[in-house]
């Protein structure tokens, strides 16, 4: 089945800083979306990007179809961006089903 | 407001005695979907439906079941849970879009403890 690898596992920031999360996978793709879980456990969509570039706020997304990787920016980080950031898929085929990434885990310190 | 609910949110039980959890969506999605989460294993899926009475297989089905009889609810039933179904749960939900999905909407999660 498909892979969906995420990059770095984890992560320690500095506020203010710039950072970039990376999502491979191995096979074409129906969707992908990017997410925030929270410290209390909450999951929140950030994006929803099968292809393109999309922007909101502080952060950006980019997905490459074609090259089978999608990107996300998270610029001029708060502590309040700590958590862990997963990418979902819904592969091509193989019916509906969705595969996580294992998540990258943002520290941000103040 | 639109919304995914779960009941209950916490819920500590004994092997083998029956449960069901429940997840309900007010955006008359067409796609609803069981995950679960656990430490070093990540988010993997359980079940899915793609319409009423139409439910596939996840990842991680051993142990669970599913019933879609009604588009908004899809609950999620322990017959006789056991200590390595303890686990955090979430449930999902989204429209059908081509040959895929749009994006996918969750509920708060359902941390359940089978001792």
């Known amino acids: 089945g498909i892979q969906v690898e995420q990059s770095p596992p984890d992560l320690i920031l500095q506020e203010g800083a710039n950072s970039t999360l990376r999502c491979n996978f191995s096979d074409s793709v129906n969707n992908l979306q990017w997410f925030h879980q929270n410290p209390w456990g909450q999951l929140i969509n950030l994006f929803y990007?099968?292809?393109g570039t999309k922007q909101n706020g502080r952060l950006s997304a980019t997905t490459v179809a074609t090259e089978r990787y999608s990107l996300l920016y998270i610029s001029s980080s708060q502590t309040t961006d700590s958590g862990v950031y997963f990418c979902?898929?819904?592969?091509?085929?193989?019916?509906?089903?969705?595969?996580f990434g294992a998540g990258t885990r943002l520290f941000v310190k103040a | 407001e639109a919304q995914v609910t779960q009941n209950p949110r916490y819920l500590i039980t004994v092997t083998g005695k029956k449960l069901t959890v429940t997840c309900s969506q007010n955006m008359n999605h067409e796609y609803m979907s069981w995950y679960r989460q656990d430490p070093g294993l990540g988010l993997r899926q359980i079940y899915y439906?793609?319409?009423?009475?139409?439910?596939d297989k996840g990842d991680v089905p051993e142990g669970y079941k599913v019933s879609r009889k009604e588009k908004r609810n899809f609950p999620l039933i322990l017959e006789s849970p056991s200590p390595n179904q303890t686990s955090l749960y979430f449930c999902?939900?989204?429209?059908?879009?081509?040959?895929?999905?749009?994006?996918?909407?969750f509920g708060p999660g359902t941390r359940l403890t089978v001792l």
């Open positions: 990007i099968p292809s």
């Open positions: 999902a939900s989204s429209a059908r879009r081509g040959q895929g999905t749009s994006e996918q909407f």
């Open positions: 439906s793609m319409n009423v009475e139409v439910t």
């Open positions: 979902a898929v819904v592969p091509h085929t193989g019916g509906f089903k969705t595969i």
